[in-house]
């Protein structure tokens, strides 16, 4: 979800502006993926090297994300939309780890939508991370190395129980998938677009899923 600072630059409006206009965008692309049928939307809220940002921004997005959690569930839970998050909770602050953990169980039996927000997340440390994890099960004599294969490391993921992406939609003229889920998007297309995420809306996910339907997915096999 990227353009926030671009379109608050381009508008003489603080970067802050920005971030409270993408979150409304995501309002809109929930709904709008409802409204198209979608059954899975992962949304990158906070990439692992969004802490290098200046701390008066990050304050700011957690605080977006805190008015998030708490105004927002109510809403998404009534519209049967399940609330996952996965990335590094113990770099959040306990209290929004709090409101992370009370939405999921409060939405966990929904299925219209299951909503995926990566928060504080890297597409290289999750790969570490469940490396290190069938490292620990090999070393314990829980797993022999010769039973690691693609179904045991997928089991480690933070998404495990989610199927891989189908459509990655990159927004804001970047052309590069920026650590985001890179053993699940192996076989995803890439669509990308120019629209700055706050002007992000359901016409533009519409415009997206129609290029997808336009491809041919071969999955590494002979093609035309």
């Known amino acids: 979800m990227d353009g926030n600072g671009r379109w608050a630059r381009a508008r003489a409006?603080?970067?802050t502006a920005g971030h409270r206009r993408g979150a409304e965008a995501v309002r809109r692309t929930v709904r709008g993926a409802v409204e198209l049928g979608v059954r899975y939307l992962t949304l990158y809220g906070f990439s692992s090297e969004n802490w290098k940002r200046p701390p008066a921004e990050v304050d700011d997005l957690m605080a977006l994300l805190?008015?998030?959690l708490r105004s927002e569930i109510a809403d998404l839970h009534e519209h049967g939309i399940r609330v996952k998050v996965i990335g590094e909770r113990e770099r959040l602050?306990?209290?929004i780890v709090a409101l992370i953990e009370q939405a999921e169980r409060q939405t966990e039996g929904n299925?219209?939508?299951?909503?995926?927000?990566?928060?504080?997340?890297?597409g290289r440390g999750e790969i570490?991370?469940?490396?290190?994890?069938?490292?620990?099960?090999?070393?314990?004599?829980?797993l022999a190395p010769g039973d690691i294969d693609e179904p045991a490391f997928q089991s480690h993921l933070a998404t495990q129980g989610i199927p891989d992406p189908d459509l990655v939609i990159r927004t804001s003229g970047e052309q590069r998938l920026s650590n985001f889920l890179l053993?699940?998007?192996a076989y995803a297309e890439l669509v990308f677009v120019e629209t700055l995420w706050p002007d992000f809306d359901k016409?533009?996910?519409e415009r997206a899923i129609r290029e997808f339907h336009r491809r041919e997915r071969?999955?590494?096999?002979?093609?035309g």
């Open 93 to 95: 602050a306990t209290d």
């Open 218 to 223: 071969r999955y590494g096999a002979a093609g």
């Open 183 to 185: 053993w699940q998007s």
């Open 13 to 15: 409006l603080p970067r």
């Open 111 to 122: 299925e219209r939508l299951m909503l995926t927000v990566a928060l504080s997340y890297g």
């Open 66 to 68: 805190r008015f998030y």
């Open 203 to 205: 016409e533009d996910m």
């Open 128 to 142: 570490v991370r469940a490396a290190r994890e069938l490292a620990q099960e090999v070393a314990a004599g829980r």
